[in-house]
């Protein structure tokens, strides 16, 4: 278990307050501490409603589950859902919860990277781990177009459309946001994209009462997504809990494979008895539909599970179940 604080007082102050010299709540994004959720620590506003909060200071401990971590606020009643591990690769150690046993190859982040010039392209290497990224155009920083900002290439004359611009301004444009560059006032737009417990903010532009399609909210999915087929994959978020259905997303790391299920693009998940979605009907299976059905909170593929066919998953499926692996004489629907 590890405990993370968030920024001080005065660095949140100094930092993220909007407000006028004139008017203290004029413009300001309110933000309030967890004890004491009607007063802004930025501009002092008092009498504020949860609706006029964005964002609330929780001092975290994050535990370690295994494959995932999961956050409760000392001072108060919340708590995030359990999520994945993301931090160092050498050695392994997330930012939330410390040192653990692995990290998913998606949300590793290394720290100490070398990059080398490939004549039009160049490669990062990481020191610590040896990992290698695939070799990507050359990296351009608004306002200087000519150098490379990863490998120090020269000579790259380069163009505003290549380059990414920071100092920006954002545009609310419905479903998405224009960004303007202050420094050489190249102008461009990007969908806005949203996490489900705040779906009306954009985490790119960082805007309020925005537009953001249920297609571009991101959902905290669980360790195991047991109902899938060959092109979608069906979970409950762990955050807002509802249920959805999307298309498999190809790893990275193998593009057979979709990143958030596990599961091999292109197979169905219909194997008779196979509750976890594994590929095989083992007494896993067994052990996984009886805990359903006892009220556990377990995840398990109702088609699968359906093992007698009658259009409903209970105990005699799980009898059935059991037969089938002690080898009985016995079909699985």
Sequence with gaps: MRKRFYLPLLVL?????????????EGCEHRAVCTAPTVCISCGAEGLTSDEVSYFQHNMVYTNLGARHEGKCTDCSYTEAP??????????????CGPVDALEPLFIYHKNIEFKNLGDQCQGTCVDCGYAYE?????????????????????????????????TTSTDEGES???????????????????CTTPNKCFICMLTGVTIPENRLLHNHPEDVPDYDATTHTFTCLACQQVITGEHEPSSDDSSTCWLCKHVIGTSARVPGDTSGDGVTDMRDALR????IAGWDVEINDKAADVNGDG?????????????????????Q
């Design 13 to 25: 102050t100094t930092l993220l307050c909007l407000c006028s010299s004139s008017s203290a709540a």
């Design 135 to 167: 070799a990507q155009p050359h990296w351009l920083i608004c306002p200087d177009f000519d150098n490379c900002g990863r490998c120090g290439a020269t000579g790259l004359n380069g163009s505003r459309e290549e380059a990414d611009h920071y100092d």
């Design 177 to 195: 946001h224009r960004e303007t560059c202050n420094d050489c006032g190249y102008s461009y737009t990007e969908y806005h994209w949203g996490e």
């Design 289 to 292: 539909l009886l805990r359903s």
């Design 83 to 96: 999520d994945v591990h993301y931090g160092y690769c050498t050695p392994p150690t997330c930012w939330s």
């Design 312 to 332: 409903s998953v209970d105990m005699r499926d799980a009898l059935r179940l059991l037969r089938y692996i002690a080898g009985w004489d016995v079909t699985l």
